[in-house]
C-alpha cells in the first residue's frame, strides 16, 4: 500500500460532472489498496472571479482581506468532492489549509510554507479515509489565512507529499504532461517522459506555466517524485526526477506582457549590486540584467512597472543614472537546456530566424542552460513556433545538431 499525493488543477474540477470524474479516479486509486491524499484547486476560472470582485470594490485592496478572498474558491471544490465521493461510497473527510497544519509565512499573496502538522491528516488517513485538502492556502502563525501565490496549489500539493514521505505526487492537469513547449500555443510540441528537476524548474521560471515554480523548488530539495499527466485520460505523463539525462535543448518557455526597464549613465554598470539589492529588498524578483559601458537593463512582469518606476525615481542620486527608460508590451522567450558548448550556435540561429521574420530582438541574456531574449508580444506565437521546429524540437531525432 503506497501513499500518494493527488492533485487536481481548475480545469479538473470545472463543473460538477468534472468533479464527479475525479471522485471516480480518486475511487479507482483507493481500490487499487493506497491511501490518498487529494489536492484540489478552485473551480475553473473562480479564482479570476474573485480578484475581479475585489476590484470592483477597490483599487488597492488589503492583501490580507484579498487572502481571505480569494482562499473561497478552494472550500467549495473539496466540499464539493467530498460530497461525489460519499456518492460514490467512499469516506472522504476536506479539509481547508489551516485545517489541514499547513502552516506559512506571513507575507499575503505569495506566502511560502514554513512546516506542515501533519498529525490530522495522519489520524484520518489512519482512519481509512480520504483526505482532501484545499491548495493555495496556509495560515500565518498570527493565525490569519495567507496564499501561495496563483499556480500555488501544486507547491501545497508537493509540500503536503513532502511532509507526508508519499511515494509520489501526481500532478492531474489539462494536459497530457511536460511539454517541449506550451501544447496551446505550439501543436508540434511533444511531450516529454521525463524531465529533470533543474529543466523543470527553469522551465517554471521561465513562464511554463504547467507548474508552480515553488512546487518544484519543493520537489527537489525533498526529492518528491511527480508525474504530470492529464486529469481526461489515462495517458501516461511525465515524471520529475532527479537522474533525467539532459537531452540536449529541453524546451522553450514563454513568459507575456514584459517590461524592460533601462537606466542609462556613464559608469552605470557598476551600479548594478545597489540596483539589485534595492529590488530585492521591495520583494521584486528580477531573473537577470544585462549592461554595457552606459546601459543597465533588466525585465520584469508589467504589472510591476509603476512600483518599479517610483523605487527607481526616488533613488535616483543613490543610483546615479542619467536617464531612464521603461518599454512594454514584450514576451520573453526562453530556451531551456542549452549547454555551454552550444549555446554560441544556438544563440546565431534564433538572431538568423529572428532576422528571416522581420522579428527585431530587444534583449538578450544567457545564463547556465537558459537563453532568453524578449520580441513584440504580437510576434510571440510566430517566433516560438519557427524556433521549436528550426531547433529540431518537433522532430526529436535532430536534437543532437546542438
Ligand atoms: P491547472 O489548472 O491544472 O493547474 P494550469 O493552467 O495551471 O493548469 O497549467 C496547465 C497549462 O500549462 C496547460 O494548459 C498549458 O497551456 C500550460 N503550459 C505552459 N507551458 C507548458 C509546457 N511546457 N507543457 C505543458 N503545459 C504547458
Ligand atoms: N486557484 C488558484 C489559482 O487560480 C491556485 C491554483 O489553481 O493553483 O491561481
Ligand atoms: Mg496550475
Known amino acids: 500500500?503506497?501513499?500518494?499525493?493527488?492533485?487536481?488543477?481548475?480545469?479538473?474540477?470545472?463543473?460538477?460532472?468534472?468533479?464527479?470524474?475525479?471522485?471516480?479516479?480518486?475511487?479507482?486509486?483507493?481500490?487499487?489498496?493506497?491511501?490518498?491524499?487529494?489536492?484540489?484547486?478552485?473551480?475553473?476560472?473562480?479564482?479570476?472571479?474573485?480578484?475581479?470582485?475585489?476590484?470592483?470594490?477597490s483599487e488597492h485592496p488589503d492583501e490580507r482581506d484579498m487572502d481571505m478572498l480569494v482562499s473561497t474558491g478552494e472550500q467549495v471544490s473539496i466540499a464539493l468532492l467530498a460530497m461525489a465521493l460519499q456518492q460514490e461510497g467512499c469516506e472522504a473527510i476536506p479539509l481547508t489549509g489551516w485545517q489541514a497544519g499547513i502552516v506559512t509565512d506571513s507575507v499575503h499573496g505569495e506566502a511560502r510554507i514554513k512546516q506542515i502538522e501533519t498529525q490530522r491528516i495522519r489520524r484520518h488517513l489512519a482512519q481509512g479515509k480520504i483526505v482532501i485538502i484545499a491548495g493555495f492556502q496556509g495560515m500565518d502563525e498570527q493565525g490569519a489565512i495567507t496564499t501561495l501565490g496563483r499556480g500555488g496549489s501544486d507547491t501545497s500539493a508537493v509540500a503536503l507529499a513532502a511532509s507526508l514521505g508519499a511515494q509520489l505526487c501526481e500532478i492531474y492537469t489539462d494536459v497530457a504532461g511536460v511539454f517541449t513547449a506550451d501544447p496551446r500555443l505550439v501543436p508540434t510540441a511533444q511531450k516529454l517522459s521525463a524531465i529533470s528537476y533543474q529543466d523543470m524548474l527553469d522551465l517554471a521560471e521561465l513562464g511554463a506555466g504547467v507548474l508552480h515554480p515553488r512546487s518544484v523548488e519543493t520537489a527537489r530539495s525533498h526529492g518528491v517524485h511527480?508525474?504530470?499527466?492529464?486529469?481526461?485520460?489515462?495517458?501516461?505523463?511525465?515524471n520529475v526526477g532527479r537522474d533525467v539525462p539532459a537531452p540536449g535543448?529541453?524546451?522553450?518557455?514563454?513568459?507575456?506582457?514584459?517590461?524592460?526597464?533601462?537606466?542609462?549613465?556613464?559608469?552605470?554598470?557598476?551600479?548594478?549590486?545597489?540596483?539589485?539589492?534595492?529590488?530585492?529588498?521591495?520583494?521584486?524578483?528580477?531573473?537577470?540584467?544585462?549592461?554595457?559601458?552606459?546601459?543597465?537593463?533588466?525585465?520584469?512582469?508589467?504589472?510591476?512597472?509603476?512600483?518599479?518606476?517610483?523605487?527607481?525615481?526616488?533613488?535616483?542620486?543613490q543610483l546615479g543614472y542619467r536617464e531612464l527608460e521603461e518599454e512594454g508590451g514584450f514576451t520573453m522567450v526562453s530556451v531551456v537546456g542549452v549547454s555551454r558548448h552550444s549555446a554560441a550556435k544556438v544563440l546565431k540561429e534564433i538572431m538568423?530566424?529572428?532576422?528571416?521574420?522581420?522579428?527585431?530582438?530587444?534583449?538578450?541574456?544567457?545564463?547556465?542552460?537558459?537563453?532568453?531574449?524578449?520580441?513584440?508580444?504580437?510576434?510571440?506565437?510566430?517566433?516560438?513556433?519557427?524556433?521549436?521546429?528550426?531547433?529540431?524540437?518537433?522532430?526529436?531525432e535532430e536534437l543532437a545538431a546542438f
Open 226 to 238: 511527480v508525474v504530470v499527466r492529464s486529469s481526461f485520460s489515462n495517458e501516461e505523463g511525465t
Open 1 to 57: 500500500m503506497a501513499l500518494i499525493v493527488q492533485k487536481f488543477g481548475g480545469t479538473s474540477v470545472g463543473t460538477v460532472d468534472r468533479i464527479r470524474e475525479v471522485a471516480k479516479r480518486v475511487k479507482e486509486s483507493r481500490e487499487a489498496g493506497h491511501q490518498l491524499v487529494v489536492v484540489l484547486s478552485a473551480m475553473g476560472k473562480t479564482t479570476d472571479a474573485l480578484v475581479q470582485l475585489a476590484k470592483e470594490i
Open 352 to 396: 538568423g530566424r529572428m532576422k528571416l521574420l522581420h522579428i527585431p530582438i530587444r534583449w538578450v541574456h544567457q545564463s547556465e542552460r537558459r537563453l532568453s531574449f524578449a520580441i513584440r508580444g504580437n510576434k510571440a506565437e510566430t517566433a516560438i513556433r519557427t524556433l521549436h521546429r528550426e531547433l529540431g524540437l518537433d522532430g526529436r
Open 249 to 317: 535543448i529541453t524546451g522553450i518557455a514563454h513568459g507575456e506582457h514584459v517590461a524592460i526597464v533601462t537606466l542609462k549613465g556613464e559608469g552605470i554598470r557598476s551600479r548594478t549590486p545597489v540596483l539589485s539589492s534595492l529590488l530585492q529588498d521591495a520583494g521584486i524578483p528580477v531573473s537577470a540584467f544585462v549592461h554595457g559601458s552606459s546601459f543597465l537593463s533588466f525585465p520584469l512582469a508589467k504589472n510591476q512597472l509603476q512600483k518599479v518606476a517610483a523605487l527607481l525615481r526616488e533613488n535616483r542620486e
